[in-house]
């Protein structure tokens, strides 16, 4: 008996790669005046971009990934769960309202920074202090990968402000924060239920 079922293995896998290789593609297909360094996802997910279908198919993905893998971690704490499932709800929400080719759009940023807090968040949330919880949901690394998260978004923020590598910052963060899950259901299936395991004896020898 484990502790998350495989199929979480699966969404929460297919979050970073989904995510990384859409915005690569539709980079790509933005050609040379799109510059990753300093422009943000954003962009490729706006109206009239080249690359928009692609951008806005792959954060729709992510969205419904981070769902499932937040389903599927039961061995997390509810309050961590429900965190991830919100930030799956706001990364659809930040595809159903691409930004316009030009200026900004509040609705788009407003999503998109609910989306950065809970992510950044659900690690310490979805912690077990119990003392036996695999290693993904202990609370120090739980609270080492929200102080990452958080450090990458204030980043962010500051790169956005001075007009910096803005692209880049975003990058980094987001990529951090659509592998934790990943890095959390690994950490669950690689320890069987414990409780399971205590129960089995007893039982077999209930029989005999």
């Not at 971009?49 to 971690?73: I, K």
């Not at 499932?85 to 999503?111: E, K, W």
């Amino acid at each position: 008996m484990r502790l998350v079922p495989r199929w979480a293995l699966l969404s929460s896998g297919c979050a970073p790669v989904l995510l990384i290789g859409g915005w690569t593609i539709a980079a790509h297909l933005e050609g040379p005046a799109y510059d990753p360094a300093t422009e943000t996802i954003s962009v490729l997910a706006a109206y009239e971009a080249a690359g928009f279908w692609v951008m806005t198919g792959a954060l729709l993905a992510l969205g419904v990934c981070h769902l499932l893998t937040a389903w599927g971690l039961r061995a997390a704490a509810l309050a961590g769960r429900v965190a991830l499932g919100g930030g799956g709800v706001s990364a659809l929400v930040v595809a159903l309202l691409p930004p316009p080719s030009s200026g900004g759009s509040l609705l788009h940023g407003s999503a998109a920074g609910v989306a950065f807090a809970l992510l950044a968040v659900w690690p310490v949330l979805a912690a077990d202090r119990s003392g036996a919880a695999p290693w993904g949901l202990r609370p120090v690394p739980s609270l080492a990968a929200t102080a990452v998260m958080g450090a990458g978004a204030a980043w962010f923020m500051i790169e956005m402000h001075r007009h910096g590598a803005a692209g880049v910052a975003e990058r980094l963060v987001t990529s951090l924060q659509s592998l934790w899950p990943f890095v959390v259901a690994a950490s669950c299936l690689r320890r069987p239920d414990s409780k399971q395991g205590e129960d089995a004896p007893e039982t077999t020898g209930s029989r005999r």
